[in-house]
């Protein structure tokens, strides 16, 4: 039974119902100690089967299911671990509903899963079929013509998904067989100009090379330190050639400073390929304007190929790239 008719904001309107009983696990924290039962973990598992149903009635209804996933999400953070009853049939079935209707709200809180379960080794092959799952749909989503550009809310969830696994799993997720498919994804998704998606997208670039990077003195880090260095070797010079692009040729100067960021922690991985990378990168830049007028001589372009390389702040990266996008203007 699908698409059950309701008014909005009446008694009907399940939507009221789901905010309300978000509200309340939003608001309750009592403080439980390691190995005491949570007071509301019985609620939410008797809670469960509702909102399961409620998932597959109003499946269609993108507002309903938005709050439904809200609701699930402060239900699952109000108990944390607790709620690992429900972690499988949640999965299985908000990976059946995005394969059907492709509504960014069950990547949204996938992420929360992520955050909550990534963790606990015995949930992280779990966690990685359900990103392989979402995988397909996505891609095929987001490569129509104009994709991107039509469902950036499906880019910012998608790749804040791939950012959660990156903070909380990296390992297992660097090795999964979805992360090429994520990579290519993302070197479109990053010139992007819609300002939420295009973060989410640079910030997973930014957890990926701080995955190579941080925490030495962790046992996995020169496993990490191996993964990365392979997906920046195969991908590294076509990230930064296509963010050069869009921060020249796309992106309102008030996003640069992602980009800047973007291009700070790579040099921090790797400045001499960095340096390469975005020479390369210049050598074949167009130099006329879109008047057709020379915009930038072979001095600028040097000038600024130093600035960038050798910056130490990720503020006199962002003053270089407004300044030479004005070139082109």
Sequence with gaps: MENVPFEKNTAGDPVVWLDRLATVFRNVNPNVQNGEQHPCQEVVMEMWPTLSQTFQKYSSDLR????????????????????????????????????????SCFLYLGSILVDEYASEPGCVGGLLA????????TFILLTQPNGFRDHPDTVDDWFRLCARFLQRAPVPFLQCGAVNTILECGLQACMLDHKEANSAVLKFFQDLVEAGRKQEDQPDFETRRTLVDTIFNTHGEALVANLVTAAVFILPQYMHHDVAETFFQIMQYDRPKFCLWLETKLKVLPTKNSGGVDAVSRVELVEFHKTVTQAERTKEITRALVDFSRFFS
């Design 64 to 103: 309903v299911m938005e709050h439904c996933c809200r609701c699930l999400r402060f239900a699952v953070r109000c108990v944390h671990q607790q709620s690992a009853p429900l972690l499988s049939p949640l999965v299985e079935q908000i990976v059946s509903l995005y394969a059907t209707h492709g509504h």
């Design 130 to 137: 359900m990103l392989e799952a979402f995988t397909q749909p």
